[in-house]
């Protein structure tokens, strides 16, 4: 496939209205979310999610009916990637499961009544909705998974667990997969639920990790009743609907990914320098394996780009991208500890505001900062969003047309 990295005429012109915008409403002397505290970035982040919401940038390939503009898909990349560039973040943190992975979903699986009642909190930020995919038996292999769902007149009742529910104790909602016919096959007999919260029978209890951090719950479903209309797409054909969700968790990360590994990386640069290693040579030699990968990463960016805008949508080539950054990660952020040397055993400085990906821009060289980006994001980065293994999966059958893995 021939790269194209340059963007039509219209989208450049959106580029333009975007900068307008950001100039117009970012405060002045704006260096980044990463150069506030924690307490000063969640109060930015929520009066910038209003914002956002006021002007119509959330949903951006929505249509006008549902809250959108009924631009197209690079005009989202443009957004995503000017808003990376000045450092500001395109949704909270719970809109990724909200906005980017139901909102989507919704339109292209939803009926028009569930668009109706649903769309206009998505947007407005008033719901969240969070994820109940993992199961404590069913992870990266999530066809085993357990939690049943029984219809009962117009009702489903729902028993059993999910686990790793980023953010749960925050969700208005949370959209479950689960079990409606047990008979069928693995990737059948699975459907798409609209859980809404609060529900006498669906318990959430936050998990406090290592880090001091409560973000991720476990789920337990004890009769909990959902009407049947609440089902997106049809029944026992969620696995379908499942998978076009967990699809849209790339998309413009093709566009933003880039900027934001690169500002990490003149992050380790300054990093070397300030303590003085920048001149030995096995830190040079580490420092440019990580200037080639990010700019791979940048190249791979762009190809992915050029598929959507030829195909309008991402193939599993997003798969390769994923891999290469996730693992790419741990490499650079292995490095940073390695600069920070002894001052790494204390905590010191300002905490990412997020846990996936890198340190927010503008974040200084603190050992709390990469303390966990090694420990949090880093690490975790091979794991969500679908393993290396699975990663590795999809690339060689759906790529290089190699059989399936045995079960």
Known sequence: MCM??????EAEMFRAEVRTFLVDHLPEGWRGLGSLDRDDAETFVARWRRTLADHRMIGLTWPIEWGGRGLGKLHQVVLAEEFARAGVPIYRVADTTSVKMLGNTLLAWGTDEQKARYMPGIVSGDATWVQGYSEPEAGSDLAGLRLRAERDGDDWVLNGQKIWTSRGNEGTGIFTL????????????????????????????????LTGDDEFCEVFYTDA??????????????WKVANSLLGLERGEEAATNPIFFRAELDRIVRLARERGRSHEPHIRDRLALCHTRVEVMRFLGYRILTQVLRDGAIGPEASIAKLYWSEYHQVAADLAIELLGADAMVREGRRPFKHFRTDEPGA??????????????????????GTSEIQRNIIAESILGLPREPV
């Open 178 to 209: 689960a079990r409606t016919d047990p008979d069928a096959p693995r990737h059948r007999g699975i459907s798409f639920i609209m859980c809404e919260l609060p529900n006498p029978g669906i318990e959430v209890r936050p998990i406090r990790t």
């Open 364 to 385: 200084a060289n603190s050992t709390n900062s990469w303390i966990d980006v090694l420990l949090m994001n880093a690490r975790s980065g091979t794991v969500y969003a």
């Open 4 to 9: 194209d990295p340059s963007f039509p005429a």
């Open 225 to 238: 009743r959902v009407p049947v209309t609440n089902t997106v797409g049809p029944i026992h054909g969620g």
